[in-house]
């Protein structure tokens, strides 16, 4: 399994399973794809760019991931929320990767914007992680 892959199976796993983020979605609303049916706010899995990060010595990967947050609860609070929310899940979270093993994660940045329609709000949080083959 690549490293991305399993990077995002165990981001995956630490936001399905925090309690306090689901506090703030009303449930574990965390999605690999948008759902058919919007049930908001939620969470999604979004791109992944890897890069090689290999040293002269040692195998690594580095790999950016994109989470998206929607809301539409008449404003930016609760998308500021659930972004926060996310970060807090993180932030020194053990996550074990299958195959390989976690040096570093990140957050890189995080915005909040309204979307095209005027009533949606849409987060984006950029993590930057560093792997390194177990």
């Known amino acids: 399994m690549s490293a991305a892959v399993a990077l ?3 981001i995956f796993a630490a936001l399905a399973n925090d309690a306090a983020l689901a506090a703030v979605l009303g449930g574990a609303k965390i999605h690999d794809e948008p759902p058919r049916t919007l049930d908001f706010p939620f969470v999604t899995l979004g791109e992944a760019e890897m890069r090689d990060a290999a040293t002269m010595t040692e195998g690594g990967e ?7 947050v929607h809301s539409r609860q008449g404003g930016h609070r609760e998308a500021h929320a659930v972004v926060g929310a996310v970060m807090e899940a993180l932030i020194d979270a053990p996550l074990p990767l299958a195959g390989h093993h976690l040096a570093n ?3 890189a940045t995080a915005d909040v914007r309204r979307g095209e329609d005027g009533r949606t709000y849409h987060g984006r949080i950029r993590l930057r992680a560093v792997t390194e083959p177990a």
Do not use: K, P, W
């Open 62 to 68: 580095e790999t950016t991931l994109t989470l998206h």
């Open 8 to 10: 995002r199976a165990a």
């Open 105 to 107: 994660l990140r957050v």
